[in-house]
Structures are given as C-alpha cells and as structure tokens.
C-alpha cells in the first residue's frame, strides 16, 4: 500500500519549535518532489513549502520564509519540516504530498499521493 503519514505535531507555545516527518512507505521518494501543505478552517489550503527530487530546490511561502526549513533525507524514506519561532496563525492541520516530478523544481500542484496530516496547535 501506498502512503505518506506525518508526524511530530503537537502543541507548542509561541516562539517554540517543531520538526514535522513525512515518510514513505510502500514506494521510494527519490523520484518525487515533496510539498508540505496547510489549511486552516474556513481557509484555502496553502502551499507551505516543498522540495525537488534531488533537494536542490525548494520554495517556501512568504508567511513562514525565515522561520521554517524543509529537507529530506532519501537513505531514510523521510523529508523534514523545521518550524521554528512557531505563531498562532500557524495553528492548522499540516499534510505532507509527493509529486513524481520529472523537473529539476518543486511545485505545489499536480501531487499524486497525500498523507491524512498531522495538527500544529501554537497556543499559551
């Protein structure tokens, strides 16, 4: 069976840090480019960050540039997002999609498999 699960959400106070994981089981990410998404209620989903194939490129949005940083480590079937200096707007489910990418970029559109996400509560 193909999946993607997240990982490593959680509830954190502003300023705090996290690492979300997005592994692969049942195919190999090598040959795909990853994305890490958002979508807070009542809110289009929003494309976080992602990452190409060989982790050469990645792209993050303008609200969370500076803060949060995305990797990916293929030995381990696993790509990575740090969230530091965490905000209460950054409260929302967070899904992870993998992209069999034949470019050299990532891009947020055209995913072929996603996680079931996991939940990012930034609160005091």
């Known amino acids: 069976q193909l999946q993607l699960v997240e990982s490593g959400g959680g509830l954190v106070q502003p300023g705090g840090s996290l690492r979300l994981s997005c592994a692969a089981s049942g195919f190999t990410l090598d040959y795909y480019a990853i994305g890490w998404f958002r979508q807070a209620p009542g809110k289009e989903r929003e494309g976080v960050s992602c990452?190409?194939?060989?982790?050469?490129?990645?792209n993050y949005a303008d609200s969370v540039k500076g803060r949060f940083t995305i990797s990916r480590d293929n030995a381990k079937n696993t790509v990575y997002l740090q969230m530091n200096t965490l905000k209460p707007e950054d409260t929302t489910i967070y899904y992870c999609?993998?992209?069999?990418?034949?470019?050299?970029?990532?891009?947020?559109?055209?995913?072929?498999?996603w996680g079931k996400g996991t939940l990012v509560t930034v609160s005091s």
């Open positions: 999609a993998a992209d069999r990418a034949v470019s050299s970029r990532c891009y947020y559109h055209g995913m072929d498999y």
């Open positions: 990452i190409s194939r060989s982790g050469g490129s990645t």
